[in-house]
């Protein structure tokens, strides 16, 4: 029988090329901290939803669409504001992380932004009002315990179903996937909102499943190949064995948030990037994290 | 195996019928008798997909320090008589409170207010004649504390109403120093959840002041006493009357110690509804005391200064359980009991602006994010066809089956659906692809090992199986976490996702297996496009 096939019988040595992997996770994952701590201190590039800003309200006098507002700020450089539509007017609410100072006002900096890049259109700023974070602290709060508990409960049950040690190793390995996120956004400052939080949320939950697939086999090929072969053969035998499914499945996911990426238009372009990076890393750590802390694990324990 | 092939089959199709009719109000509204039988509601799509209904509301500072002063002037006044502080005059003015004492109470007073009001400041002391007029106040950094105070507890209060109200995602927050934004998804009654947002809710019980009704109908309110008005049905003709009612000015007791208000039906007037609350120990024992000492005279329950009813204390009634009744339609009697439960705002709020306002994401975003997304998936569809040809039809099929179970899901479940519960079903439809790819890949294996087709399926299937299940309840186990300790977007995401899992592992498993055996069992092939 004949399969289509994007890579055939491999033999690569993953094991082999741990210390490399380790390097560039360790660089990975000291951005994330960095990354991290920046934001724990507010000093990342946190949306309005997290900081609270000014929200104003806009009236133009005549039809102007909701994308050739943004276009306008965004030709200023203004491209992390909230737009929404009153519906039924031609007015429009908009939020931004700015606010009023002794030197100027945010209603003259988006006033001038917009007359600059609407030239033709006739508007007037009706309202400015300061607006408190929609994600309150409680919230912020709630997501890291849930978070923690979550990871231990996943220790847990992996502890069972495999061993401790497989537990640990990819617990740790979505930690880097999640920093790693992190790091990125902030080292090219973009902005971290609501979204971006899903998106951690949701390659957390993909890298782990990467990871179980692949420990999986390995799990697999530890029971059938006890005695015959040392652990590092075992682990790349297995590694090499799903390398197809790793790829094909990662190859489906990024296509989608590829389409995501590059037709989404603006608003959507740096969720969907956070999740296409994540892919990418999830897809990595789980064989080049992942599977070489187990090898390590388990050779110094015995 | 043929039995547990039609068993299989017809699972899968009882499913997708059901969900079918869930999905079905979302494309096509039904007409006539149909409507009757079908379920009507459409998949809710939140503040970031759809926009919604936008609120400004603003807290009345002047009445909440009103309030305040008033409740410090009761309390002082209490205090001073149980200690035997002997005053002359007491009286509230413009935040300040004076008390007028001899010389010699003087220093008592000061004890007093140093010890039970610490908040108050000595405002100056005036000597008239023998009597000392002292003046109390509430600094300004006190006033600032109780404003930011108030507002959010009012914040907390109206969050806790809309919960309860039963729209979920909504946007609450502050703004400006005493205004309160409220975004709301989908909301079909605008005036009804306008009504349970801006209602105070302050309820209080007094006493009927029957003593000075004549005075009272000679026009004249006696020291002490008040008037309100009561609001009455008229059962036969549904019309509400007005009737001016004198009362006793102190509340007796008051919504504060309530513990819980549900709504029931029956009691003295057949089928109509009134809300039974429940007040906790302290409520208990003192609406206990009151009912025990005034049997025959009239209560009057109080909500936002208007009468609802004023029935005659019959005998003490213990065990703090009471019934407010007041000729409601069940829905007033539902959102009264749920105004009760969330609690009473700290001062009144004023609506400033009410309008409707687009997705927050923008309706252009919106559009190419569609757009890309159904780009995605086609690529993948064709994808999994070129790669795995034969089965790879099947993947898709099992694919479809997923999406369709899945908004199914969401339409029954009233679930709210945003962009983080989408990156949600991205993710579930990710894994679904995993699946079948880890299915057969697996067979893949087997095939080239030279086992027969259906030995090859059979062992795909049951090994994958496995791996499936651990990776479906590591992300099982991370969503149920997710959903109890998260709040809001978290929330949303948590429940798609947990949705997509389940239905993943049903589909995957069930679903493909299914038809490949069904394949297999009527063209007994040779070879597996695969």
Redesign the interface.
């Known amino acids: 029988m004949k399969f289509v096939e994007i890579v055939k019988k491999t033999n690569i040595d993953f094991i082999g090329l741990r210390n490399k992997a380790f390097i560039l996770s360790l660089v990975l994952v000291v951005l994330g901290c960095i990354g991290f701590v920046m934001v724990s201190l507010g000093k990342a590039n946190l949306s309005v939803d997290f900081t609270g800003g000014t929200q104003l309200q806009v009236k133009f006098s005549e039809k102007v669409s909701i994308g050739e507002l943004r276009g306008a700020l965004t030709e200023s450089g203004l491209s992390d504001v909230q737009i929404q539509e009153i519906s039924g007017t031609n007015e429009f609410l908009i939020k931004t992380k700015m606010v009023d100072t002794e030197k100027e006002k945010v209603q003259d900096i988006i006033g001038k932004d917009i007359a600059a890049n609407l030239k033709d259109k006739k508007f007037e700023i009706i309202g400015s009002n300061m607006v408190g974070s929609t994600v309150g602290r409680a919230l912020k709060k709630d997501a890291i315990i849930a978070l923690v508990i979550a990871l231990v409960c996943i220790i847990i049950y992996i502890a069972w179903r495999f061993t401790f040690i497989f537990g640990i190793a990819a617990t740790i390995a979505t930690f880097h996937d999640v920093l790693t996120m992190l790091g990125i956004f902030y080292i090219f400052n973009m902005e971290m909102n609501i979204l971006f939080i899903t998106a951690l949320l949701t390659i957390a939950g993909y890298s782990l499943t990467d990871t179980v697939v692949v420990f999986d086999r390995i799990r697999e090929n530890m029971a059938k190949m006890k005695a015959k072969s040392d652990l590092a053969t075992v682990i790349n035998f297995s590694i090499n064995e799903v390398l197809s499914r790793t790829l094909i499945t990662s190859l489906t996911t990024a296509v989608t948030i590829g389409a995501i990426l590059f037709l989404g238009g603006e608003v959507l372009f740096d969720f969907a990037f956070a999740l296409f990076i994540g892919v990418l890393v999830g897809t990595y750590s789980s064989v080049f994290i992942a599977s070489p802390l187990v090898f390590i694990w388990r050779r110094q324990i015995r | 195996m043929l039995k547990s092939l039609k068993l299989r089959f017809i699972l899968v199709l009882i499913f997708l019928v059901i969900s079918v009719i869930f999905c079905l109000p979302n494309v096509f509204e039904p007409q006539g008798t149909l409507k009757k039988y079908l379920p009507s509601d459409k998949i809710h799509l939140g503040l970031d997909l759809k ?1 919604g209904m ?1 609120l400004l509301l603003e807290l009345d500072t002047v009445k909440l320090m009103q309030n305040m002063i008033d409740r410090k002037f009761g309390a002082l006044k209490d205090a001073m008589i149980r200690d035997g502080v002997r005053f002359l005059a007491l009286d509230r003015h413009d935040g300040t409170l004076s008390v007028s004492v001899r010389p010699e109470q003087k220093d008592k007073l000061y004890n007093l207010i140093g010890k039970e009001f610490p908040d108050l400041k000595a405002g100056g002391s005036k000597a008239e004649g023998d009597t000392l007029r002292l003046s109390f106040i509430l600094p300004d950094k006190e006033i600032i504390g109780i404003k930011e105070n108030a507002v959010r507890q009012a914040l907390e209060t109206i969050r806790n109403r809309i919960d309860q109200f039963g729209v979920t995602e909504p ?1 609450i ?4 120093e005493n ?1 309160i ?1 409220v975004q709301l998804p989908g909301v079909k009654d605008p005036q009804r959840a306008l009504e349970l947002i801006g209602k105070t809710a302050q309820l209080e019980f007094k006493l009927v002041d029957e003593d000075n009704i004549t005075r009272f109908q000679g026009g004249s309110v006696p020291e002490g006493s008040e008037v309100l008005t009561m609001r009455s049905r008229n059962r036969e003709t549904g019309i509400y009357t007005t009737t001016p009612m004198l009362l006793k000015r102190q509340a007796m007791l008051t919504g504060e110690l309530l513990t819980d208000a549900k709504v029931k039906i029956g009691g003295e007037f057949n089928n109509e509804p009134y809300v039974a609350i429940e007040f906790d120990g302290e409520g208990a024992r003192i609406f206990d005391k009151i009912t025990a000492e005034n049997v025959g005279k009239r209560l009057a329950i109080i909500l936002d200064n208007t009468v609802y009813s004023a029935p005659v204390i019959k005998e003490r009634i213990s065990g703090g359980k009471a019934s407010i009744t007041g000729g409601f339609s069940m829905e007033e009697a539902k959102d009264l009991a749920i105004v009760l439960r969330a609690g009473a705002l700290p001062a009144p709020v004023k609506v400033i602006q009410n ?11 919106i559009r ?2 569609v ?3 159904l ?3 086609i ?2 569809i064709f ?2 066809i ?4 034969f089965s790879g039809v099947i993947a898709d099929i099992a694919l479809f089956l997923n999406l369709l179970y899945l908004l199914g899901a969401f339409t029954a479940l009233k679930a709210t659906m945003t ?2 519960g989408i ?2 079903i ?2 579930t ?3 679904g ?2 699946s079948n ?2 299915i057969f ?1 697996r067979i ?2 087997e ?2 090992l030279g086992k027969t087709v259906r030995a090859a399926v059979d062992a795909g299937f049951a ?1 994958a199986w ?2 499936i299940f ?6 099982l ?3 149920f ?2 959903f ?7 929330k949303g ?1 948590a429940v798609t ?1 947990s949705i997509g899992v389940v239905i993943n592992l049903f589909t995957a498993v069930f679903g493909s297996k299914a038809i490949f055996d069904w394949v297999i069992m009527k063209l007994k092939p040779r ?2 496009s ?1």
């Open positions: 926009g936008h946007v927050v502050q703004q400006g205004q934004l309008i409707t306002i687009g997705p927050t994401l923008g309706q252009d975003s190419k994010g757009q890309a997304a780009l995605g998936a690529l993948v994808f999994m070129y790669y795995y040809r962009l983080p990156a949600g991205i993710l439809m990710g894994m692809v995993d790819v880890l890949e893949r294996e095939l080239r090994k496995v791996t651990d990776s479906h309840i590591t992300t186990i991370t969503t976490i997710l109890t300790f998260g709040t809001g977007p978290i995401f996702l070879s597996l695969i």
